[in-house]
Structures are given as C-alpha cells and as structure tokens.
C-alpha cells in the first residue's frame, strides 16, 4: 500500500509540475519526447544491427582469413613431409653410410653435398642432419656451422615415435630461430632402420605466411600444447602461456575478448587440421586483433549515426515550436472568451456558428457540463451523508435509552433479591453494554470503555455457551484512554464466536490486540475456529469478505472509511480448520 501510495505521489508531483508550464509547452514537450524516443530507438536499432550483423561479418572474415593462413601452414607441413620423403627415398645415402670402403671424412662431404643439393631447391630447411645407430652425425655443414648437435633426449622420442616429432625452439648464432622436425630414418626399400633425420624449419618462413594477415590491426602467432612456436616477436620464442594468460588459444577454436589497461581485444584461435596430429603436429593459430580498430568503421558509422540524429531533433524542435501553436491558439481564443464569463451573457460565448471542431464543441458544453457535474456531486454527497446518518441513527437509536435502563436494573434488583448471582451477572453485563454503545450518542469512546464494551458482550455469549471458549487481552497501555469510533471491536468479536468458535468441536480461543503505531491505530482479533476458504460460505472474494458477513462488519468497515479515510478500514485472513485473524486499521484523531 506504502509502495502503491509512494507511486501515486510521483505521478501527482509529475502532473503538478507539468501544469506550472503552458499547454503550448507542454505539447513542444510531448512531442520532443516522443520524437526523442524514437530517435533513441532508430539508433538503439542501428548500433545493435552493427554490433550483431556488422560484427558478426567482421568475425566471420577474421574467421576466414585464419582459415586460409592454417591451410598455408597446413601446406608448409606437406612440403615438409615431402622434402622427408625426398631423403627417404634417395638410395645414395644409403649407399654412402653402408659402404665401409669409404673414409668417414670422404662420407660427410659426399653425404653433405647430397643435402646441400636438396635444401637448394627447398627454402624451408635452414639445416637437415642425419644421425646414425652409432651416433653419427651427417650435414652439408661442419660440426662447427652446425645449429646444433641434436640432444639425445629428442633423438630417443623420434626413434619411439611412429610419427614425426616436432622439438623445442633452437636459434642461431645470428638470433635466427628453427623449429627442429624429426622422423625416423628407414631404407625405403629395404626397411632397414638406419637412425634418423632431422629438418631445421627457419620460423622466418613460417612467420611470412601470417605476418601480413592484420596488418594495422593485430598481429597472430603460432602455438604447439601452449608453447609459442612463431611469432612476432622473436624474443617470446619458446615461451609457455599459462592458463591465466589472457592470449591463450582455446582448444576448440573460435574467438573470445579480453580488455587490458582500457584496451579491447579481440582473441581468434584456429585449430589446424586433426590431420597433421598424424604428422606429428599439433599447432594452434592465434590472432590478436584491436577491438578499436577492428570496428572502427562500426564506431564511424554509429558518430554519423549520432550527427543525423542531433540535426533531425534540431529540424523537429522548430517544427513541434510550430505545430503547438498552430493547436494552441484555437485554446487561447477560447481561455479569451472564457474570461468573460460573468461580464457577458453566457449563452453569446457558447454560440458558434461554421465551427465543428472540438475546441468550439468543448466551448459549447463546457458550462452545462460543469454546472451538471456540480449538481451531481452535491447529490451525491447529501445523499451518502443522509445513508451515514440513518445507519448510525438505525443503529444507536433503536432503544429508548431511559427505559431499557430503567427496565434492566430493575431485573437485576429482583435477580439480586431472589439470589440469582447469574441472572444478576447477565443483565450488569448486559446494561454496561447498552450504556457504552449508546453512551449518549456520542461517535467516540476511550478504548478502555470499548473493551468493557466487549468484555460486557463476551459475559454474557459465555452464559449462553458455558465453557465454550475463553478471550485474552493484550492493550497497549498507552491506548487506554485515546479515543477511537465506538462499536468496532464488539462487532467482530461477535463475528468470531458466531461464525469461529460455535461451529468448532472443543472449547476455542479469541485474542484482542491492541498496540500504537507511529501514524495509526491497529487491533488484530484472532480465533482458532473453524475458518473458511476464500469463496466459502463468508465470502466470495478477497476484497468482499467483509461485506459478505453480515450487516455488522460491512458497517463496522463503512463508518471507519468514512470517518478515517478509505485507506483504513478492515482486513480479514482465514485458513480452514486453523482459524481466522480480523486487522482493524484506525487513523489518529487529533
């Protein structure tokens, strides 16, 4: 209700606000708004077309040109297996290594001028050493020129692998990087296990086929299980990315980004193709893109976007300036002639000839409507507050309050005479009652003579129902004496016992509450009576519950509404078999 209520005074101070400025301002205003929103959406519409269709494009075409670089790379590893196969099929060698005539000097230099021959028509292979069962080790370079002698670590893994074997990252003197491809080294027609060769891959040649790729926007690089094995810069050569690196290729490819020092990126990962695994490769490729630039025509678009939008709602602006008064002074007219209602006659300004329109229909009716709408308030009020008083007078006045005292303690005299303590009891009880609820015709007592009022009632409905149930009270102290409307409480304690207590096996119970809240009055009457459902025998919606029970609590919610307000009233909950719970809500009186 705080919330609904909190709601309704923003409206109110909205539309307060709102008629501080003139009509004319007014519509400027609701067409800007209108006119802005739709601007707003036009470019809500646009950016999301650039940053889903655009950007979708833009990835697709990072995506492709991924794809056609791995196939380049996919080739390069082709030509490397073929330039394999050339030193496995080339029966010289074999010849050379098996002849035992020849010095092993005279087999270097025959062996090297045979791959000098081979590497001169192959640019990939920086070097190419042969290594034999008994460690020797064959190059169109001397030992001294050599890369590298290879470890025997990797020359165990290519004799154990059936597959070529791609080792760690090697540079030369000169800072060249290689990356070193070993297979093992068979007579092609014989089978005969001769030891194995090695090819050094300039990295250069690798990095040419990629380099060029996202010039100006990114770079890429090349990764084997996480270690980079080509890349821009040389000095990361070999480097291991760990799993918190932001650049780390995804194993199943695709794109993702990361943000660094304000910067976004865009990370692309190209798995190559699963049949180079056969080969002995394993390699990632990896681009590294500028969001800034990669959609920077999306970002110029969406600033013109932006500048077409600013020179419309300036165009728009001038023309909602014309259009309003274009509407507003047909209104201006009107509030001229309305100024001079009481100094010309009435029916003179309401009389428009030619005119059809809606402004001239409201000059024309606006006068019968509002004196109509008068008349019909004033009714209506006069005949809500003749309903309030016949209620109250129908309620409070049905007794002639001199005789039925007089009546009543008579009776309880001849009670007391004839020893009768609890017909004696029943009619206190029943006088104390009579007296507080018509206590002179007053609307207000303390709620401390309300309770006596109650407690009067209850005596007498436990004569009738001895053992029945029992009722607690729980009353602020600092309620006793404030002044509430009388006849609220009885009520719905009749109500609990009636339709709660009566009809439930056992002896029941009913608490009355009371306590003072910071702006209200609140009494909560709870039974453990039968209870009903929501649509049941005492209601037949949440709203109406109160109102379908009978005359009693339908005018005990009426008269608090209508000396309260109608945010106070009665609010009722019940659960079968458990019991009902009746919330009285009362404004605080001055």
Not at 259 to 273: E, F, K, Q, R
């Amino acid at each position: 209700m705080r919330k609904l209520m909190g709601k309704f005074m923003i409206v109110e101070r909205i539309h307060s606000l709102m008629r501080r400025f003139k009509i004319k301002s007014r519509i400027v205003f609701v067409l800007l708004i209108g006119l802005s929103l739709h601007l707003v959406l036009m470019l809500i519409i646009f950016n999301i077309y650039s940053y889903s269709y655009l950007k979708k494009d833009l990835y697709h075409h990072v995506v492709q040109t991924q794809r056609e670089i791995g196939l380049s790379v996919e080739l390069m590893v082709d030509d490397i297996q073929m330039l394999f196969l050339r030193f496995l099929v080339n029966s010289e060698i074999y010849d050379i290594i098996n002849d035992d005539s020849l010095l092993e000097s005279d087999k270097e230099k025959r062996i090297g001028d045979i791959i000098d021959v081979m590497l001169s028509q192959n640019e990939l292979a920086g070097n190419v050493v042969i290594s034999t069962h008994d460690g020797t080790l064959y190059s169109h370079k001397s030992k001294e020129q050599m890369l590298e002698v290879p470890e025997a670590l990797f020359i165990k893994r290519i004799k154990e692998s059936p597959i070529p074997v791609v080792g760690e990252i090697k540079r030369d003197g000169n800072g060249n990087s290689y990356i070193p491809f070993g297979q093992q080294f068979r007579n092609f027609n014989t089978g005969q296990n001769i030891g194995v060769v090695i090819i050094y891959v300039r990295e250069e040649s690798l990095a040419a086929l990629y380099s060029s790729s996202f010039t100006g926007i990114g770079y890429s690089f090349l990764t084997s299980d996480n270690r980079i094995i080509s890349h821009p810069d040389k000095r990361l050569l070999g480097n291991f990315l760990d799993e918190d690196e932001p650049i780390r290729p995804e194993k199943k490819g695709g794109y993702r980004t990361f943000s660094d020092n304000g910067n976004s990126y865009v990370i692309a990962t190209y798995p190559l193709n699963s049949r180079l695994e056969s080969l002995g490769v394993n390699w990632e490729f990896t681009s590294v893109i500028s969001s800034q630039k990669l959609f920077s025509g999306i970002t110029k678009g969406n600033q013109n976007a932006l500048i077409f939008a600013s020179v419309t709602f300036v165009v728009m602006l001038i023309l909602s300036f014309y259009l309003a008064a274009k509407i507003t002074n047909p209104l201006l007219n009107l509030k001229k002639k309305l100024s001079l209602f009481g100094k010309k006659n009435l029916v003179g300004i309401s009389e428009q000839k030619g005119q059809v329109d809606e402004i001239s229909q409201l000059e024309s009716s606006y006068y019968q409507m509002v004196e109509r709408i008068n008349q019909l308030m004033l009714e209506k009020d006069e005949e809500k507050e003749k309903q309030r008083k016949a209620e109250l007078t129908a309620l409070q006045s049905q007794i002639n309050p001199h005789f039925l005292y007089n009546t009543l303690d008579a009776i309880s005299w001849i009670a007391r005479l004839k020893k009768q303590p609890d017909i004696e009891r029943l009619i206190s009880s029943l006088a104390t009652f009579f007296r507080i609820s018509l206590h002179k015709g007053d609307k207000f007592v303390t709620v401390e003579e309300e309770i006596r009022l109650v407690q009067s009632f209850v005596t007498i409905e436990q004569m009738r129902f001895p053992d029945k149930f029992e009722i607690e009270y729980d009353i602020d102290e600092t309620l006793q004496k404030v002044h509430i409307l009388k006849l609220i409480l009885q009520p719905i304690a009749e109500n609990a016992i009636k339709h709660g207590i009566s009809e439930k096996r056992g002896k029941g119970r009913i608490w009355i509450r009371g306590e003072l809240l910071d702006d209200e009055i609140r009494f909560t009457i709870t039974d453990d009576g039968v209870g009903f459902h929501i649509g049941g025998t005492l209601t037949k919606a949440t709203e109406d519950v109160l109102f379908q029970s009978g005359y009693g609590l339908r005018n005990v919610d009426e008269r608090i509404k209508l000396e309260y307000g109608t945010q106070y009233g009665l609010r009722i909950s019940s659960t079968p078999n458990k019991g009902t719970t009746v919330t009285i809500r009362l404004g605080r009186k001055a």
